[in-house]
């Protein structure tokens, strides 16, 4: 029996990960493939050209939607994480009435679908005049990442030694020299968790990214994939689309597997105490 449930989990295991794979090794084939190859069901390498690279990387705006997206999703990284840890060091460490309430309304704000909210920030984003701009979308990727970054690094920092802030104190030091210096040393697995999630959601979002553009030098990278245009208005350059998907792919899954032990510690951290 224990022979037959362990070919068993790892027949699973198997087929979970074919299925998770099987896209992303079907675009990487098809990236190669130009004419009329594209539209033949091959699942080996047949052809190794990289035509559709070179026509991706030497468009006229894809390298710079590839700059805009870096920029965007740093950004927002930094101040997500900023405001995060100082919001989460109030929720966490400062007593104050309706300090459940307010974390319990953070948590809410993230059930709201994008789509929900499009029209009333877009007329706060022509408000603040940012529209067409990469801070239009690093004010509204701010506003969906914080959330769960406060939710993740209130948890964190709550399973955190009170004894340490206590000789803080003790010695002089303010909040925020508490939060920098003793603190943060600690909160590092949390951050680069939340750090990475709120950069791949910064990366792929494309409906705020779509809506807060009018122009192709400050599109990112999901939009300029989607507005691919073949030889005629006709043809879909599946190629090029599959080439360019690879390009700003392969970025996010080495992040992954570089950071990935800090991910799972992260997202585990401050679920047992004791």
């Known amino acids: 029996m224990k022979l037959v449930g362990a070919i068993s ?10 299925v998770a794979v099987f896209p992303f090794y079907y675009a990487v084939l098809t990236s190669f493939e130009t004419g009329t190859a594209i539209f033949q069901v091959n ?13 991706v990387l030497t468009s006229r705006n894809f390298p710079i939607s590839i700059l805009n997206s ?8 930094l101040f997500s994480l900023f405001l995060a840890v100082t919001a989460s060091y109030a929720l966490a460490r400062v007593p104050f009435r309706g300090r459940s309430t307010l974390l ?4 809410a704000v993230s059930m709201f679908p994008q789509i929900a909210v499009l029209a ?21 990727y701010t506003i969906f990442t914080l959330p769960f970054t406060v939710w993740v690094l209130t948890t964190f920092m709550r399973g955190l030694p009170v004894e340490l802030e206590e000789a803080a104190i003790v010695d002089g030091a303010s ?11 600690l909160l590092w697995p949390a951050l680069a968790t939340t750090g990475l999630l709120a950069f791949i959601g910064a990366w792929n979002e494309f409906l ?7 122009s192709e030098t400050t599109r990112t990278v999901p939009v300029a994939i989607a507005l691919l245009s073949g030889a005629s208005e006709f043809e879909i350059p599946w190629g090029a689309i599959m080439a360019a998907s690879v390009i ?17 510690s992260g997202l585990t951290a401050g679920s047992v105490k004791g």
Do not use: C, H
């Open 9 to 18: 989990f790892y027949a699973l295991v198997v087929v979970i990960v074919v």
């Open 43 to 55: 699942y080996l390498p047949v052809s190794f050209d990289l035509g559709n690279y070179v026509a």
């Open 70 to 77: 870096v920029f965007i999703a740093t950004m927002t990284v």
């Open 104 to 107: 319990l309304a953070i948590l």
């Open 120 to 140: 009333g920030l877009f007329e706060l984003i022509r408000f603040l005049g940012l529209f067409n701009t990469p801070w239009a979308m690093i004010v509204s």
């Open 175 to 185: 909040p925020w020299i508490i939060i920098t210096r003793v603190f943060m040393p």
């Open 208 to 214: 705020f990214a779509l809506t807060f553009t009018a």
């Open 248 to 264: 700003v792919t392969v970025p996010l899954v080495l992040l992954v597997l570089v950071f990935q032990r800090k991910i799972v």
